[in-house]
């Protein structure tokens, strides 16, 4: 079964609460509320939970070790695929950034007669990915 996983990136710095996962099993089942949790040991999967009197009890779980560690896979793989997306988007921005400016330096100093007709290039505008969601397609197939 295809596993395709969409992830939202939390923002919170001080949570240990890294991203919430939306998960579509062979584009028949989605479980919403996948969480992944920065544990002591490293990033871990924690899954879907109900409130049943005092106790929580999950409310969507793989029954065999294997479909566990399948689903378990997928989303740490989709979660870290994520986080590399979001560190290169972050690289491109700060070379763009450093270009840009040091671009602009550059011309202010050949132009230093010109002041009067010099005028600033305008950049478009980035946006910033954090926070974004991002469908990540693939992962093992799950057999069920």
Known sequence: MDIKSTVHLMTKPDSSLKAMVDVNLGDEFVIKGIRVVEGENGPF???PQKKVGNDYDQAFFPITKEAREQLHKSVLDAYDRK????EEHKNEKGQSKGNKKGQSNDKQSANKSQKAD???QQTDTELSQEGQDEQVEGGPAMSM
Request: charged share 0%.
């Open 118 to 120: 010099y005028a600033p």
């Open 45 to 47: 999967v924690s899954m």
């Open 83 to 86: 986080l590399t997306q979001q």
